[in-house]
């Protein structure tokens, strides 16, 4: 039997939590903050490889965006300089800004493409920016043991 | 045709990771309990006021002493030196030593109150993931997880290790603060003087501390050997000129034996930022040329200016702990403690420790 859901919702009533996977660093270009876009063996046969590749390419972009060295993070930081760092107390940076955004993109991942497949990211700054945790849900209806038996077939409304 | 509309869930009700909004207790569960932030249950040696809002390591060191001394020397100075000075020179001396002044104690107090990029514990999912990749003989007796990993970093290879306390793999210099039991990023030192770790998300405040300081310093100290000089014209005798303003002397001795300190402390750092490397990675030798033409800090920028611009004027990473945030009402032990609940992980010894940890697990997922 299939492991479908067709929203969060249904993922809430009807999942048990099977397993957790979890991307980890990818540290190649120093202390940047990015994810390895190595597809992980358990997904395998839950979600394309392009679409989480997509996910994941696009969470180190945003990332990238935030740890950006050039003129806007010059002068925010000379400003706070200048201000004694008061400055940081008032206003939001554009790290937190984007962060923000971050946390949209993946609550729309997450509604669109992930909970249909059974599964849910957890933003990485909930966990210390360590990992991307993705967590696999059964169906706890479902009589079949294992997640090997689905298949990712579209869902999306019609 | 089934309607599929996507609605919002709250993740909480999964059961699966913590929140940064307030929890909103489930229907029908009549609970008078007080909502516990997340600072509350912080496993770190810190000390946090103001319901979250300022940290401090739990050993704080000299920091009543540093403000101390920083306060009676600028108060003695403003009381005793200023009036003369403003007689006989000029008013701006008053007002840059204000200024100074006050840049001094605001930086100090942003170094000590700010969490200096402390990296919160894994949690035991986490911990028994990494466990798993790297023990794949999959024998049933209990083998510690290697010690390190490497990885390369711009072509060079850096050593990862792996910390028992936080049970994760150290993020590249990364280190773990023995007196705050926390993993620091970009861990630069622990100051006694400012009671907290300098790190990746502080450094910038402590640099303009000590530098400001230094201005500070060197500023009272001229002001003061002016003061006592024109002083010792007007009466015709340095000892006079002393018994007129004693508090004087007591402000050239604080200088005098602060100055060479704090001035070696801004050079040094100095050439820590200008060369993108931590006092820790100095002291400990890890990027010095002696092991190597190959090894070199494979952080630098390979330029004195940008360097200055990345680790003074880069963009400030928000704090990862989210001290303020609200522990969900049911889970709330589990995930922020997990060192402590875990049975003996972090004993060494242990050899059903692998067991434990896949029991463990099991009713974390439960």
């Known amino acids: ?158 | 045709m089934k309607n599929c509309e996507y609605q919002q869930i709250d993740p909480r009700a999964l059961g699966t990771s913590n929140t940064r909004t307030p929890t909103t207790l489930p229907c029908g569960r009549k609970n008078s309990q007080r909502l516990r932030r997340k600072w509350e249950v912080f496993p770190g040696n810190n000390r946090f006021y103001c319901d979250g809002r300022i940290m401090l390591a739990s050993q704080c060191g000299v920091l009543p002493v540093t403000i101390g001394l920083i306060f009676i020397t600028s108060g003695l100075f403003f009381t005793f030196d200023c009036p003369f000075l403003v007689d006989h020179l000029t008013v701006f001396i008053p007002v840059i030593g204000g200024v100074l002044f006050v840049f001094v104690v605001v930086t100090l107090l942003q170094t000590s109150f700010t969490d200096p990029g402390i990296l919160p514990r894994a949690l035991p999912d986490e911990a028994v993931d990494i466990e798993r990749q790297i023990d794949n003989s999959g024998s049933s007796t209990y083998r510690p997880p290697p010690r390190t990993k490497e990885i390369l970093i711009n072509d060079q290879v850096v050593k990862l290790k792996y910390c028992f306390t936080c049970k994760m793999f150290r993020p590249p210099r990364t280190s773990h603060c023995s007196l705050c039991d926390n993993c620091v990023e970009r861990f630069d030192h622990h100051c006694p003087w400012v009671g907290n770790c300098v790190g990746k998300r502080n450094y910038r405040f402590f640099y303009a501390f000590i530098v400001s300081l230094s201005f500070l310093t060197s500023f009272i100290f001229g002001c003061v050997i002016t003061h006592l000089t024109l002083r010792s014209q007007i009466v015709n005798g340095i000892i006079q000129a002393i018994q007129q303003s004693p508090a004087s002397v007591v402000e050239v001795v604080i200088c005098f034996f602060s100055i060479w300190s704090i001035l070696g402390l801004s050079g040094f750092h100095t050439y820590l930022v200008a060369s993108n490397l931590t006092t820790n990675e100095d002291i400990k030798g890890s990027w010095s040329s002696k092991r190597g033409e190959e090894s070199g800090n494979p952080y630098t920028h390979n330029s004195i200016f940008t360097n200055c611009c990345v680790v003074l004027c880069g963009p400030l990473p928000p704090s990862l702990i989210d001290r303020r945030g609200f522990l969900p009402p049911d889970d709330a032990p589990q995930a922020v403690t997990s060192d402590t609940e875990l049975p003996p992980f972090i004993a060494k010894n242990d050899t059903n420790m692998e067991e434990n940890c896949q029991e463990f697990a099991n009713s974390c997922t439960a």
Do not use: W
């Not at chain 1, 939590?17 to 903050?33: E, H, N, P």
């Not at chain 1, 997904?43 to 590749?53: K, T």
């Open chain 1, 1 to 158: 039997m299939a492991t479908e859901f067709h929203n969060l919702q249904e993922l809430r009533h009807s999942a048990s939590l099977a397993t957790k996977v979890f991307i980890q660093r990818d540290y190649s270009d120093g202390t940047i903050c990015k994810f390895q876009t190595k597809f992980p063996a358990e997904l395998d046969s839950r979600i394309e490889r392009s679409l989480f590749e997509e996910t994941v390419k696009t969470l180190n972009c945003y990332y990238a965006e935030a740890e950006k060295i050039g003129g806007q993070s010059y002068l925010e930081g000379c400003l706070a300089c200048a201000t004694a760092y008061i400055i940081f107390l008032c206003m939001e940076t554009r790290y937190e800004k984007i962060l923000k955004k971050i946390s949209m993109f993946i609550q729309e991942q997450n509604e669109k493409i992930y909970a249909p497949r059974g599964l849910l990211l957890t933003d990485p700054i909930e966990r210390g920016m360590r990992v991307i945790e993705i967590s696999i849900f059964e169906d706890s209806g479902s009589t079949s043991s294992s997640s090997s038996g689905s298949s990712p077939s579209s869902s999306t409304a019609q």
